[in-house]
């Protein structure tokens, strides 16, 4: 019957599990393995430990992180130049010289080719477009503030104002996280009726600026600022319900 | 050593490595932001000693810098409560549960949110091992360096390493086994 399995034994079965055991070793454990009831489900709940262990998952190196522990590794500009390395400083400059020249041309002819450059309400209106054509219009779905705010924050350290508009008839649905102009920006999700409205936020420090009403890529959208960032909310609401929203937000957002 | 070869070197010998690096970090500290400062501490400390790498295992050689690092780290955070695992993850499975909620706009199968409940169940029990314990089976299983290799990574004799290793397991095959059934 069930009997006393020792830490010798453990150890060895481990071993043998791990693949530490030479030869000898190991044929002779196996066949004990083989012989015996205990050791096999001993040896089987360590093999089991030891793939759960392994399957649980890694960390990512992310693309930034990786940059800045390769940025570690390049070597410091020397304080002063030594005289053998006169000539290399020159053609060091020549090279430079090729390079900027090269870097000019190239943007120049790409500014020619692209037809403008797109403002940030551009931006904006074309992140609430792909978020409605996208299985969902947000990455974290949740009328909980306390869900949205931690969730954008952990994603990428900014979490604006995120009040539940529900009682106005604004609920908020969740956020997302847009990225415009290279810049990850947190983006609030709100619903009225059967509209989306994205609110895009960006950290400022300027003053407080309020609500002007514009339009881009079809869409009305407003912009302030206030609480320590400009808004801009973009939505296919009348003009002036989308107005109502955003003096609604403000009022929540000021509230303490 | 000329600065150029020792960037040549730092990024044979420690870029390859930095996920390990990052588990290890994590697993030994408990959340993903102090886990990537202290890897690239040790990154820093790494590059200034690539001239004593005298080749073997560049994987163990990183990761005994990372596990000093930490371990300093852990001494200057020692009054703080400590070890709890899951930042992002954590927030995963909220966002997870909230979306479970809404039948509706629900887009997780089933079969994820299960290995993410399983996932989590183990992680919780690795955590709860004691710092000695936990180190020699991450550096086993999720590191996957030889006993050998650990014990010069810990500076334990082999025996020991073995003892700690059969002993981390023995308390978590409870918990795997009920999660694999």
Redesign the interface.
Known sequence: MSRFITEEELAALNALVDGELDAREATAWSARVAADLELAAARDAIQATRDAVGALDRPDVSEEFLKRIEALAVPTAPVRMRPARDWAEGWQSIAAAVVITALVASSATYYLASPRVASFEMLVADAHRRSLLAASPVDVLSSDRHTVKPWLDARIGISPPAPDLAGQGYPLVGGRVDVLGREPLPTLVYRHNEHTISVVARPQSGPNISPTTLASGGYNMVEWSGNGFAFTAASDLEATELATFVSDYQTAAAAP | MD??R??EL??QV??PH??DA??LA?WLVGN?ND??DI??DA??RA?SAIGGYRGGSARAWLLTIVRNTALSWLAKQRSSSLVMVG???D?DE??AA??AG?AD?Q?TPESELIRRAD?QT??AA?AALTLPTREV??L???NGL??KEIAEVLKLPI?TV??R??RG??Q??AV??R??Q
Do not use: K, P
């Open positions: 600065q150029d020792g960037a730092f990024r420690v870029v930095l996920g990052l588990a994590r993903s886990a990537e890897v690239q990154c820093m590059f930042d992002l993850a927030i909220v966002s909230t979306q809404h706009l887009s996932q183990v992680t690795v089976l991450v086993r299983d999720v030889s006993y025996g073995m003892s290793l059969a397991r023995q978590l095959a795997v086994r999660v694999d």
